[in-house]
């Protein structure tokens, strides 16, 4: 099987780059300082991808770079998130493209947000050319993965760097709601692609559940530690999510069991 991928050095990228099995042509960004060393992997700067060859049949096609980063300019993240995703789809020939996007879509729907229109951008070219090239197209949207060898500043991480303090402030609502999801549920998930795609040409995925609220994660966390600090919570308001009609939605999800054993494994 053969997966051309973008965000190949982003934490899924990697963990799909090590748990999949296919033949990975990596594209990044020239001043990417990805570790790439994979028997199964081919690594190419995205201006050199005329190098790989027009005739290999992608089976996947999976974009999991960021719609859009704040170090980058407009007209950069315009040039990765937009142009390449369309100079790849009328390059290469691709059977299935996967597209990652998140639940914060829901959350920031209607405010000028750079994220979110970014995001819409790449799905309106996925899914206008799919016809045209006659490719299956996945929209997936993902809540908060976490999982082992994750160095990203992400909630999990900041309550175990500060467990031994006397408080720990929380810049949110107690009662904001978060949508943990462990990366080997995602894995498995892609590792049953082909199953999962015996369906229409356009195919939505809700991959979270109904969510925990922060002061319950939060819980979960006090209850695998010794020391007890004080929690604080700062925010005044707090997130909801809106209903979607989309053809997946894995509820319910054991929180208690999955963070549980998470935090276990990580202090």
């Known amino acids: 099987m053969n997966i051309l991928i973008s965000g190949s050095s982003s934490y899924v990228g990697e963990e799909v780059l090590k748990n999949l099995n296919a033949n990975f042509y990596c594209l990044i960004n020239k001043n990417s300082k990805s570790q790439i060393n994979l028997e199964n992997s081919n690594k190419f700067v995205i201006s050199q991808m005329h190098k790989i060859n027009k005739d290999i ?14 170090q980058y300019s407009v007209i950069n993240n315009f ?4 142009l390449i995703p369309l100079k790849l789809l009328f390059y290469f020939k691709i059977d299935k493209v996967v597209f990652l996007d998140t639940y914060w879509h829901f959350l920031l729907n209607k405010q000028l947000n750079m994220y979110v229109i970014f995001k819409k951008i790449n799905n309106l070219i996925f899914y206008t050319f799919s016809s045209k090239f006659n490719y299956k197209y ?3 949207f993902m809540g908060d993965l976490y999982g082992e060898n994750d160095s990203r500043e992400k909630i999990d991480k900041y309550l175990i760097k500060n467990q031994n303090t006397d ?6 609502n107690s009662k904001t709601l978060i949508f943990p999801i462990h990366i080997k549920k995602f894995i498995n ?3 049953n692609l082909d199953r999962n795609f015996n369906f229409d040409k356009y195919s939505k995925f809700n991959f979270f559940g109904n969510g925990i609220s922060l002061k319950d994660y939060v819980d979960i966390f006090l209850s695998t530690i010794q020391s007890k600090p ?3 919570f700062k925010g005044k308001t707090s997130n909801k999510i809106m209903k979607s009609n989309l053809q997946l939605c894995l509820l ?3 929180y208690q069991k999955e963070l549980s054993n998470h935090f276990n494994a990580e202090i």
């Open 57 to 70: 049949k992608f089976d996947y096609f999976f974009h999991f770079a960021g719609s859009f980063s704040k």
């Open 79 to 82: 040039y990765v998130s937009v």
């Open 138 to 140: 996945m929209r997936i």
């Open 167 to 172: 408080e720990i402030i929380l810049n949110s």
């Open 189 to 191: 998930f892609l590792n």
């Open 230 to 232: 004080k929690i604080i």
């Open 252 to 254: 319910p999800i054991n």
